[in-house]
């Protein structure tokens, strides 16, 4: 039985959530500080589920504790699934707050507002010769304008995107509420009835 992961992410909210969800198996997830290695990889995919893998392989190669990687973001339906893999990297260097107001300016007068979130989570455990990729997305709107309310919950978009199953954003749920839905929570969802049927 699996009961430690690495998770090869630079992103300390991505580990949060995902320790608390799997932590319900017993499956402890370890950050890269925790092990003492650094991820430094190139995004050169073009699907979630590319980049995903790059992830979770580079960090792999280093270790024969098993690893997980999540490659994820922000896909809006008038932009043709922009930011999508690139949502990290949109307006570089800027906070997350100017980041979601240039959304907001791009999407002034637009009424068609539909967006999702998608996360593909990668698994390699090197021992037992499995790699596996498991992708889920969650539906959602983006709001029309700024809320600065909504800034204390989540990260990154949250505070932006209206999730339909919650009635509320993402900023504004809690972290079980957000998990209960999410992309990572679908997605790692998969990831734990994959590990239950084969562990
Ligand atoms: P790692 O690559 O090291 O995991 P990262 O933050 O750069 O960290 P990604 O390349 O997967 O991760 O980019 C994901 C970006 O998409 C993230 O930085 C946010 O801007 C956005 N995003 C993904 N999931 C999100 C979520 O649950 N809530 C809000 N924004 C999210």
């Known amino acids: 039985m699996v009961d430690k992961i690495i998770f090869a992410t630079s992103n300390e909210h991505k580990v949060q959530e995902v320790r608390k969800m799997l932590k319900k198996i017993n499956v402890k997830v370890l950050s890269l500080n925790d092990v003492g290695l650094k991820i430094d990889s190139k995004e050169t995919g073009v699907t979630f589920e590319e980049n995903s893998h790059i992830k979770a392989s580079d960090i792999s190669r280093?270790?024969?504790?098993?690893?997980?990687?999540?490659?994820?973001?922000?896909?809006?339906?008038?932009?043709?699934?922009?930011?999508?893999?690139?949502?990290?990297?949109?307006?570089?260097?800027?906070?997350?707050?100017?980041?979601?107001?240039?959304?907001?300016?791009?999407?002034?007068?637009?009424?068609?507002?539909?967006?999702?979130?998608?996360?593909s989570v990668t698994y390699i455990n090197k021992k037992e010769n499995i790699d596996k990729t498991f992708t889920a997305e969650?539906?959602?709107?983006?709001?029309?304008?700024?809320?600065?309310?909504?800034?204390?919950?989540?990260?990154?978009?949250?505070?932006?995107?209206?999730?339909?199953?919650?009635?509320?954003?993402?900023?504004?749920?809690?972290e079980e509420e957000k998990n209960s839905v999410s992309h990572r929570g679908r997605a790692i969802a998969k990831f734990v009835q994959f590990l239950e049927e084969n562990n």
């Open 138 to 174: 969650v539906p959602g709107k983006i709001i029309k304008e700024f809320d600065e309310a909504g800034q204390n919950g989540g990260f990154g978009y949250d505070p932006i995107f209206y999730s339909l199953e919650l009635k509320k954003t993402f900023g504004r749920a809690t």
């Open 62 to 119: 280093k270790t024969d504790i098993p690893v997980i990687a999540d490659d994820s973001g922000l896909c809006i339906d008038t932009f043709h699934g922009f930011p999508g893999s690139f949502s990290a990297r949109f307006l570089d260097g800027h906070s997350y707050i100017d980041k979601q107001k240039e959304i907001l300016n791009m999407l002034e007068d637009i009424e068609i507002r539909d967006a999702h979130f998608t996360c």
